[in-house]
């Protein structure tokens, strides 16, 4: 009986310190609750305070989440001072002691903070939502950036390539999973469940996902595969609603025309670059016949780069071509189009080769953010393409130019590494072609303006 008694008192005990913990923490100030989990060893009372913690912060508004963000950013910072005297202590003796303490001292205490608040079962999956809600806030309180390189550090770890899963999504997939993709497609929008069983559902189409551990039903990122015979000129064509689906056997090329990440607070923390390698080469050891890797992919800063550059539409050599294109972008090509559509596909592939290839930011990398993504995982530019991408996103952004960028698996990783040490971008041949020439100072002109 006394065991029993025992028991039972412990059990007691425990409830009552959770209580405790929990019944108060509308009084307690989110600095007090902080400071509690920080200071707290025991396994059950870190829990309750990181729980109390969580669940009070989701019931928020706006202005009291950013509060929080301020109170994690100011009293959870590093101390500059105490860096400066630990880095000098380890500067005099570099032993073991002082080395902790340099890094200790030099951590902010709010990474400690978002350690112990992970320790709550579900909390991962919490973190990146609470991350979601910082990043908005950004731009109105610059300030905040120090906090948010912290969530990126702590994920970056916690989302590491080798704990992520790569699993194949069809069209059998629980339908909660298959909302998810369509909420989450990012690229073509998936209008409904029609229009995502043509992307499931045929032999000839596949999907594959990062999954995580800790959030084992919500994909961190996806990417939508065609396999085809041909290497794709237009979105149209591969998500045509009476498409016949090819035989496997003659398939030839794998298709990547959309990719789309999932979790808006894993923002910055890269996925895409394995995802797409991975998937490639899973692709290549099942369907040995592939012989092509390529993407499909937008050129969403075409229409923008152009407008920058008053030089480029306002040129008397491109004059009516253009206007076509701009007609185009605005969803309204002009009469006549027939007849000047080639002039418009020339002039459009011609800037879109400029652009690609020339136009660079100060870090003498690509203006485009695709043509990065790509280029930088160790991607070719194989193809550029007019009339690809008809949408009204497709138009605004690019006048209808989608690009072809090839995974040759031989050698993503000697163009992964000159594009890296050397910024040089791999291009095919027909791309390069398709540069204007010295004479045409106007685009040259617009491209030597960026940065």
Not at 29 to 53: P, W
Request: proline share 5%; hydrophobic share 40%; glycine share 6%.
């Amino acid at each position: 009986m006394k065991s029993v008694s025992s028991l039972q008192d412990f059990l007691s005990s425990l409830f009552e310190r959770g209580v405790a913990i929990a019944r108060p923490r509308e009084e307690r100030s989110f600095l007090d609750l902080c400071e509690s989990l920080l200071s707290e060893r025991g396994e059950v009372s870190g829990h309750l305070i990181a729980q109390a913690i969580l669940a009070r912060y989701e019931t928020l508004g706006e202005a009291g989440r950013r509060d929080f963000f301020i109170m994690l950013n100011e009293s959870f910072d590093v101390d500059p001072e105490a860096i400066t005297r630990a880095a000098a202590e380890y500067a005099e003796d570099r032993s073991t002691r002082h080395y902790s303490k340099l890094l200790n001292t030099a951590e902010p205490r709010r990474q400690e903070l978002l350690r112990r608040l992970n320790r709550v079962p579900g909390a991962t999956a919490r973190l990146v939502r609470m991350r979601a809600e910082l990043l908005p806030l950004l731009a109105a309180e610059p300030q905040l950036e120090r906090t948010d390189r912290d969530f990126q550090h702590l994920f970056a770890s916690w989302f590491n390539r080798g704990f992520l899963e790569l699993r194949p999504i069809n069209w059998d997939a629980p339908a909660r999973l298959l909302e998810k993709i369509i909420d989450y497609e990012a690229v073509h929008a998936i209008d409904d469940w029609d229009d995502l069983r043509r992307r499931m559902q045929p032999s000839d189409r596949r999907c594959f996902a990062f999954f995580h551990p800790a959030m084992p039903s919500d994909p961190l990122i996806f990417v939508e595969v065609a396999l085809t015979d041909e290497l794709p000129s237009s979105i149209q064509k591969v998500l045509a609603e009476e498409r016949e689906s090819i035989d496997i056997s003659a398939a030839n090329t794998a298709v990547f025309y959309s990719i789309s990440n999932c979790q808006v607070g894993l923002r910055g923390v890269s996925f895409g670059n394995f995802l797409i390698k991975q998937v490639a080469s899973d692709l290549a050891e099942s369907l040995p016949q592939l012989r092509n890797f390529v993407t499909l992919s937008p050129v969403p800063g075409l229409m923008r780069w152009i407008t920058r550059h008053p030089s480029i539409e306002d040129d008397s050599e491109f004059g009516d071509a253009l206007r076509i294109a701009a007609a185009y972008a605005a969803g309204s090509p002009p009469p006549g189009e027939d007849d000047g559509g080639m002039a418009a596909e020339d002039v459009m592939q011609m800037i879109a080769a400029a652009y690609l290839l020339e136009a660079k930011r100060n870090d003498s990398q690509p203006v485009d953010p695709v043509a990065r993504f790509h280029l930088g995982n160790g991607a070719s530019l194989e193809a550029i393409h007019f009339g690809a991408d008809t949408s009204t996103k497709g138009l605004r952004e690019s006048a209808s130019v989608m690009v072809n960028y090839r995974y040759d698996l031989k050698k993503v990783e000697e163009n992964h590494e000159a594009y890296a040490h050397q910024r040089r971008v791999t291009a095919s041949r027909a791309v390069r072609g398709l540069l204007p020439k010295p004479s045409r100072t106007v685009l040259r002109r617009g491209v030597a303006n960026d940065g």
